[in-house]
């Protein structure tokens, strides 16, 4: 096959199928060229266009198209072959004349095109006269597919009296048709249920509203949507899809009082926060819609308020105060609700709110005796006489009947002490003197009870306020330490004073201070009232001599500003100290108390001389009987013996055999004989006596630690390290010896226990266990 037919070839592929934008580029790129090379060359491929339909049958081949070269004279001296996509099984080809069948079934939407190559041979030289060449067969499309809503059922949610036309949702159908070709895939939508609600757009799919609608009246819509190929012409495909339509709730509807009149009763003995009752009304919306509020209109006692209840939307009337039967017995209030969240689209409807009116009757009960205050408070005077009035406290029945109350005072017996009250007409009276120092206030309830029902109690707190009256002096705030030196000249300044008064005092203390009358005569000292409550001690003379005079008392008298004024006398003590210009308060004190003691400053030394050579003697006393009992030891024993050596080395158990070698700790070099043990006789005194003869100063003592230390020097199985070994007496000088029958060579039946009857009344049992036991086995 030439270049011309080849480029012919593609030319007729640009026009008969969709192929890529590059590949009809080229196509109408190489035209021209296609043209000039047949008119150049007279010989190439003859086409036809190829073109197979899908849904074709397999069972009689179809024609699809001829290939067909300009060198065929038509002896039947060519042979067509086919290759390609297919060949051979969906297209044949008629070898002697080129002609294209397809003997399958095709489906374009599976595989639109197919790409073949055709060659041309010499049946006699089996040589091509043309080149292999390449096309296309297009499968052409027909209405085979149904249209398909992939996303149903539809959900949709619109406004309830949204108006008309407002867009709902948009259902979308697809078609597996080829879209490009005929009308196979153009889809019409159309309403089949759901007039006169809503409509749809048949291009689109979009759903409309065509008439406002009422949720309270029906809150859910289905809607069935058809969608047709073909635009709806006969023999199309159709298919349908459910939209579920929801109306959403919109503040359209007021709430409503279920009743215009509601009758509650309250008890007067409720207290404050007691639920008097309900009210309810009804809103036809849901939601935030329906949510309201609850107010209380022409209530002018004010005595009762409303809340809202947000989970069941009730109105709770609630007692704001207190209540009387006996004052009011009947209140009429109007109780409002208003909607929460109002939609200003609605307003012209009408006000989202009602009214209802509430009568409630107060119930009558037995109620406690009323004060006719809560709280008194009284005052008397400190110092006021046993039984003197503090106050008068009044309560009353608040019933009908005016029941008789008694009185009495609560909350602790001192108060009782202090105060006593009039059961019958609650006067207070003191039980003794009251002192505003001691307590300038007293707290205490009162209470009164019913004669008739002594459960009907109320209290009252009652503050009594203690006057105060001028009775305490002023006085000196500390002890003063007042120092001064034997050289002191004379209008120095030794001590500053200041008082201090228990009383209270309206406009401020103010103390007035001076020398007492029997000082007014002393020519040492001299007091300056500074007139700001504190004064100043100087001196009138120049000069002091210890020897003379240690110490002076000077009286100072201070005046108060009460009514009466008081006015006391106060010493102070001055010492008089051997200092140049600045006073060591140490010395003085104490010079002050060996001249208060009578001592001079030798005998005190040699007093506490003695007393250390006494402590050091004690001591020195102490310690000789501390080195004595050090070195002591018990010499009332009969036999020494060893005691048990233990090492803590940890081994790796039994069959742990290198750990340590417990050979170590055995000595052989030094053996003990054993000795038997000595005969026990009535010889008691005698034995006593032999063994306080060994002790720790003994030879045989001496000569046994000899022997332990010499076997452990020259042992080579001994440790290598060192080892402390103890040793003790067995015994501490009994009369009997050792009890023990360990080394003993003699039975039960050779002793004689006669001895213990001697022994005295502790041994008394033990010998009868013993004598008896003899006495059997003989």
């Given amino acids: 096959m030439n270049s011309s037919a080849l480029l012919s070839l593609m030319l007729m592929l640009v026009q008969l199928c969709p192929c890529s934008p590059s590949m009809q580029n080229r196509s109408t790129q190489n035209t021209d060229q296609s043209f000039t090379a047949v008119r150049r060359v007279?010989?190439?491929?003859?086409?036809e266009p190829l073109f197979a339909t899908e849904e074709q049958t397999s069972m009689v081949p179809v024609y699809v198209g001829q290939l067909k070269s300009d060198l065929d004279k038509q002896d039947g001296n060519l042979k067509y072959l086919l290759t390609g996509e297919g060949a051979g099984n969906i297209f044949v080809i008629d070898e002697n004349n080129g002609k294209i069948y397809v003997t399958e079934k095709l489906d374009r939407e599976k595989k639109p095109f197919y790409t073949l190559r055709a060659q041309a041979?010499?049946?006699?030289?089996?040589?091509?006269?043309?080149?292999?060449?390449?096309?296309?067969?297009?499968?052409?499309?027909?209405?085979?597919?149904?249209?398909?809503?992939?996303?149903?059922?539809?959900?949709?949610?619109?406004?309830?009296?949204?108006?008309?036309?407002?867009?709902?949702?948009?259902?979308?159908?697809?078609?597996?048709?080829?879209?490009?070709?005929?009308?196979?895939?153009?889809?019409l939508y159309s309403l089949i249920q759901g007039q006169p609600y809503f409509s749809v757009e048949p291009k689109t799919g979009v759903i409309r509203m065509a008439s406002q609608m009422d949720r309270e009246t029906k809150d859910q819509y289905l809607v069935i949507i058809q969608a047709k190929d073909m635009v709806g012409q006969a023999g199309a495909f159709s298919a349908t899809a459910t939209v579920t339509i929801n109306l959403s709730d919109i503040n359209d509807n007021p709430p409503k009082f279920q009743q215009r009149l509601y009758y509650m009763n309250v008890s007067e003995e409720a207290p404050v926060g007691t639920t008097v009752g309900k009210v309810f009304a009804e809103d036809s919306d849901i939601g935030e819609n329906a949510a309201m509020n609850y107010f209380i209109e022409g209530d002018s006692s004010d005595a009762f308020d409303i809340i809202t209840n947000n989970e069941t939307q009730e109105g709770i009337i609630l007692l704001k105060k207190r209540v009387d039967y006996e004052s009011k017995r009947r209140y009429s209030i109007e109780a409002k609700v208003v909607n929460r969240y109002i939609d200003d689209r609605f307003l012209k409807e009408g006000p989202f709110e009602d009214k209802t009116i509430v009568k409630i009757n107060v119930e009558d009960a037995d109620e406690p005796p009323v004060f006719t205050l809560d709280n008194y408070v009284m005052e008397i005077a400190e110092g006021a006489m046993s039984g003197s009035l503090v106050g008068v406290v009044t309560a009353r029945d608040p019933d009908d009947d005016d029941c008789p109350v008694r009185y009495s005072i609560v909350h602790g017996m001192h108060l009782k002490r202090l105060f006593s009250i009039n059961e019958h007409n609650g006067t207070i009276i003191t039980t003794k003197p009251l002192d505003r120092e001691i307590a300038s206030w007293h707290n205490i309830t009162v209470t009164a009870t019913e004669t008739r029902n002594p459960e009907k109690i109320s209290e009252a707190n009652v503050y009594i306020q203690v006057l105060d009256v001028n009775d305490h002096a002023?006085?000196?705030?500390?002890?003063?330490?007042?120092?001064?030196?034997?050289?002191?000249?004379?209008?120095?300044?030794?001590?500053?004073?200041?008082?201090?008064?228990?009383?209270?005092?309206?406009?401020?203390?103010?103390?007035?201070?001076?020398?007492?009358?029997?000082?007014?005569?002393?020519?040492?000292?001299?007091?300056?009232?500074?007139?700001?409550?504190?004064?100043?001690?100087?001196?009138?003379?120049?000069?002091?001599?210890?020897q003379e005079q240690f110490s002076f008392y000077l009286p100072i008298l201070i005046l108060d500003n009460g009514i009466p004024p008081l006015?006391?006398?106060?010493?102070?003590?001055?010492?008089?100290?051997?200092?140049?210009?600045?006073?060591?308060?140490?010395?003085?004190?104490?010079?002050?108390?060996?001249?208060?003691?009578?001592?001079?400053?030798?005998?005190?030394?040699?007093?506490?001389?003695?007393?250390?050579?006494?402590?050091?003697?004690?001591?020195?006393?102490?310690?000789?009987?501390?080195?004595?009992?050090?070195?002591?030891?018990?010499?009332?024993?009969?036999?020494f013996r060893e005691n048990i050596v233990r090492y803590d080395d940890e081994g790796g158990g039994e069959e742990d055999t290198e750990a340590f070698d417990i050979s170590a700790l055995r000595t052989h070099t030094v053996m003990r004989t054993h000795k038997p043990r000595k005969k026990v006789t009535t010889e008691i005194h005698s034995l006593y006596r032999q063994s306080l003869q060994v002790g720790p100063d003994s030879t045989i003592f001496r000569q046994f630690i000899s022997e332990k230390l010499e076997e452990a020097n020259t042992d080579p199985s001994a440790p290598p390290y060192d080892s402390l070994q103890t040793y003790a007496f067995e015994g501490t000088g009994s009369l009997a010896g050792s009890l023990s029958s360990l080394g003993s060579?003699?039975?039960?039946?050779?002793?004689?226990?006669?001895?213990?009857?001697?022994?005295?009344?502790?041994?008394?049992?033990?010998?009868?266990?013993?004598?008896?036991?003899?006495?059997?086995?003989?």
């Fill in 567 to 639: 006015t006391s006398t106060n010493t102070l003590t001055i010492t008089v100290c051997d200092c140049d210009t600045k006073v060591n308060t140490f010395y003085c004190r104490y010079g002050a108390f060996m001249y208060s003691m009578g001592l001079s400053t030798e005998a005190l030394v040699a007093i506490l001389a003695c007393i250390l050579i006494l402590l050091v003697f004690f001591l020195a006393i102490v310690a000789i009987r501390q080195q004595r009992k050090k070195s002591s030891f018990s010499e009332k024993t009969e036999e």
């Fill in 474 to 546: 002023p006085e000196f705030p500390k002890y003063y330490e007042t120092f001064v030196c034997e050289n002191a000249v004379s209008g120095q300044l030794i001590q500053s004073i200041s008082a201090v008064d228990q009383d209270d005092s309206a406009e401020g203390h103010h103390f007035y201070f001076s020398l007492a009358q029997e000082a007014t005569n002393n020519s040492h000292f001299i007091v300056k009232d500074n007139k700001d409550n504190t004064a100043g001690i100087f001196t009138a003379k120049s000069g002091f001599r210890r």
């Fill in 121 to 187: 041979i010499n049946r006699s030289t089996q040589l091509p006269v043309e080149p292999e060449s390449e096309f296309i067969i297009k499968v052409r499309d027909v209405n085979d597919h149904e249209p398909q809503f992939l996303d149903g059922p539809y959900m949709a949610t619109v406004p309830e009296m949204s108006p008309e036309g407002t867009s709902v949702t948009q259902v979308t159908a697809t078609d597996g048709d080829d879209p490009s070709y005929g009308n196979s895939a153009r889809l």
């Fill in 745 to 778: 060579n003699m039975s039960d039946a050779d002793q004689s226990y006669d001895y213990l009857t001697d022994w005295g009344p502790q041994f008394k049992q033990l010998a009868g266990m013993y004598t008896s036991h003899r006495s059997v086995r003989d």
């Fill in 42 to 47: 007279k010989r190439g491929w003859v086409w």
